[in-house]
């Protein structure tokens, strides 16, 4: 029993009469990587917060047995105190402050309310060494780090808890390929040091590569528990445990006539709003064709979203040169509201700050950009239109809500997003820039994203999809853009596609700038 | 489902309960004084500015920010409306309008540091605080002017003609009444219609008894009002001013497109604009039509008195900040109505009001006006969490 460092035993918590755990059972070996599996709601993020006191103990029923005895935590602090500490999906460092601060933020090293910098610094040098960061300057202000190295600092600032039981909320879901994995590599670097790891994520090709067991959670309860070595814990597998059916094909066929271009642009620059002398888009040229779906991938930072969003009117970027054509026009867009008119849309990969008014409900912002062409005259407003066709998106596309009065805020990430697509369905356009549409959602609700891009396809409207997965990028475009540093590199046909091909690409690429740098 | 219904409702009409709840207590604590159509009709002329400049201050909040110079052009439009009539003989009319022109340019002013140069509100408009006085005190010497002609005072202290069907001692205005019963058919029809066609489109609509129960409720409160109106000396210019105000603002923010962009801009600003709002624009605008709001109601306030002082306004701009935050409007921006602006101003009103009448000092009026905002603010934020 004593390899057991955790057990939940018969959680069940509700929330205004809906239970969002039902009888929950978890068991975590001591020395493990323990990868908790569910689609988003399922409530893998309310057990961890019950389990690090989040909810405090009475809030819930059943009971929590750390390291043999049982466990009443009534806050985070009464967890931490036992070495269990929690990084949530949200980072939680203070950007002004230094690394070496926010490594100590909450555990200061000091005497009677006085910090002492010289040990501070001393240790903040020492265990950024575990996390490959040896080289940062402590001083720094966290914010100026790129995403994948502040989660890399949060992992610091849970080791300088004395961390037995770390539980990492997607560490990865704002990372890319690279980072991701360094990211990893790390946790399997902890877990030779002792450290227990649960780990939420919905990156399946992540768990397959370090967890040693899988729990898998559906609708608040607990479905299976597999283990490595023993089980078949292929991602296939896992995604049938998580949606309790097998999908097939995970990304849904698409059988459509793709037709003439319709969407061209031609030697598009933009540069930095806040740098006049910095070229984010360099000579971008690219066409889309009616009924076509083409991706841009690249890694994070390659200007994919900087793109899209100068060539929606102009919303980011300043000094921006070059041509687009639509249907053999070219348009000159200068704000948002020109593209709009010009029937494009484009769907952030933000959803929450740049995609949704998350404190109102779900009519008024399906019909937020559609509201002056169509769902008003002479400037008021037909409320009664407005609703008729947010009950039919509602209906159309899935949108999982009691009334379309529903606040956004409260609908899972799934469901916000499919919002916002219908937001920009209203608009009825021609030409869709969906930026990352399936980040942080489910399974599920990504395959129903995804037919709805084909519906859209099929409809003969021509479709730009970024995305930093790259399996979606191949799974879903006829035809894909590879963007680095701000400038298109390949192109590859539905033909030629494959995972090594896109990365052989931005190597040889960032190769041959490194070579021609120095 | 049901019960979650009822409660909005409850939450909706919820600051009107409380406000003839006060209105009840004060009523008990004055034996009745506050009831008396004396009083009533000093209610109307009393806060006839706050309401108007708390409807403006509304579109403020709504972009999630305030107007801290709102009193300090109340008094300096009221300042050069009064010069204009005493000292250059302008006819009044003609100074009312280019008092207005005045007011929208202050707001214009405001509105392009705010919106086309992005300087913090609560800066700009702390400026055009401390200036607007300033520039008051050197337009008026730092002396009252006054006494206004009757023509001029009619706007704050006077009445719409009146049609007495009582007696000389006893008199009753058939016009008030009139007013009344029109409303009244308005209200019940156009219910009546948006009843029909919800039924019509097939949308949920609440049960009867409560459309009926919320009818009663404002029906009678306006007949409640009318009829003391009515036995005083008749409905006041301030209270048609007042209606026709609230009116066309209530409608801007339910019914129209610019009026959904602003609630746009407070509830995720950066969501608006790349909904294609032109959130400067948005901005620039309310900060505009604060300064057009604030002219009114200097033009009610020096009327209302028969004198511009440099004094004038001084603390409005907190009146009617405070009445929006009664009101339910939230200071993240966003939420908010016209409506519950208008109740919240009428809470203070008849708070100040009912407190003078049984004798407290304007000292412990304002210790009162301080724990009202935040009561009403604490319940609302925190009845909003326990969701």
Known sequence: MSDVILEMNHITKEFSGVKALDDINLKVKRGEIHALCGENGAGKSTLMNILSGVYPYGSYSGEIVYNGEVCRFRNIKDSESKGI????????????LSIAENVFIGNEIAKSGVINWTKTMQKAREMLTIVGLENENLNVPV???????????????????????????????????????????IILQLKKKGITCILISHKLNEISYVADTITIIRDGKTIETLEKGKDDISEDRIIRGMVGREITNRYPPRDCKIGDVIFEVKNWNVYHPEDEHKRVIKDVSFYVRAGEVVGFAGLMGAGRTELAMSLFGRAYGQKISGQIFKNGKELHLKTVSDAIKNKIAYVSEDRKNHGLILIDDIKHNISLAALRDYFSERGVINQYEEILSANEYKKKIGIKAKTVEQQVGALSGGNQQKVVLAKWMVTEPDILILDEPTRGIDVGAKYEVHCIINDLAKAGKGIIFISSEMPEIIGMCDRVYILNEGEIIGELTKEELSQEKIMKYIISHQGRRKHNGK | MESKKINLDMKKYGMILAMIAIFIVFNILSGGKNATPMNINNLVMQNGYVVILATGMLLCTLTGNIDLGVGSIVALTGAICAIMVLDYNIPVPVAFLIVIVVGLLCGMFAGFFIAFLDIPPFIVTLATMLMGRGLTYVALKAQTKGPLPNSYTMVGAGYLPTINIGTSDAPVDLLSILVAAVASVFIILSEFKSYRTKRKYGFDVNPLWQIAIKDAVILAILWFFMIKLATYRGMPIVLLLMAIIVGIYHFITTKTVAGRHIYALGGNAKAARLSGINTRKVFFWVYTNMGLLSAIAGIVLSARNASATPKAGDGFEMDAIASCYIGGAATSGGIGTIIGAVVGALIMGILNNGMSLIGWSTDIQKVVKGLVLLGAVTVDLVSKRKK
């Open chain 1, 85 to 96: 500490v929690i990084i949530h999906q949200e980072l939680a460092l203070s950007p002004y």
């Open chain 1, 143 to 185: 914010g100026s780090l790129g995403v994948g190295k502040q989660q890399l600092i949060e992992i610091v600032k849970a080791l300088a808890k004395k961390v037995d039981l770390l539980i990492l909320d997607e560490p990865t879901s704002a990372l890319n390929d690279e980072e991701s994995k360094h990211l990893l590599d």
